[in-house]
């Protein structure tokens, strides 16, 4: 899972308008590992939270403050996705103020 964070650091660095102005299909490349990497996020958060439990539990899953954390990184990198899905299927323009969304 380090592993899967430090190339998604790599991706939200190459997730610029230069780089895709410079390689068109570097989008499809960024999008497609993002979407590897937020399925295996999701998939360990789930799998602890069937562990831990979510509420009840010796150590619940929302109580723990690292899993609450990992649990907001997760549903950032689902907005990232998503909005990449709507800037390439030109729902939303490419780069917008909605972009913001991936700063965090």
Same mark, same amino acid.
């Given at each position: 899972m380090r592993s899967c964070a430090f190339v998604? !650091?790599?991706?939200?660095? !190459? $997730? #610029?308008?230069? #780089?895709?102005?410079?390689?068109? $299909?570097?989008?499809?490349?960024?999008?497609?590992?993002? !979407?590897?990497?937020t399925v295996m996020f999701t998939a360990e958060m789930i799998a602890k939270m069937h562990i831990r439990g979510i509420l009840k539990g010796e150590v619940p899953y929302l109580k723990d403050h690292w899993c609450q954390f990992d649990a907001a990184m997760v549903f950032l990198h689902w907005v990232s996705v998503i909005l990449m899905v709507f800037e390439m299927s030109a729902i939303v323009p490419r780069f917008s103020y909605l972009s913001i969304l991936r700063a965090p």
């Open positions: 998604s !650091l790599i991706m939200v660095c !190459l $997730n #610029t308008p230069k #780089t895709f102005e410079r390689h068109p $299909n570097a989008q499809y490349f960024v999008f497609s590992v993002d !979407l590897i990497i």
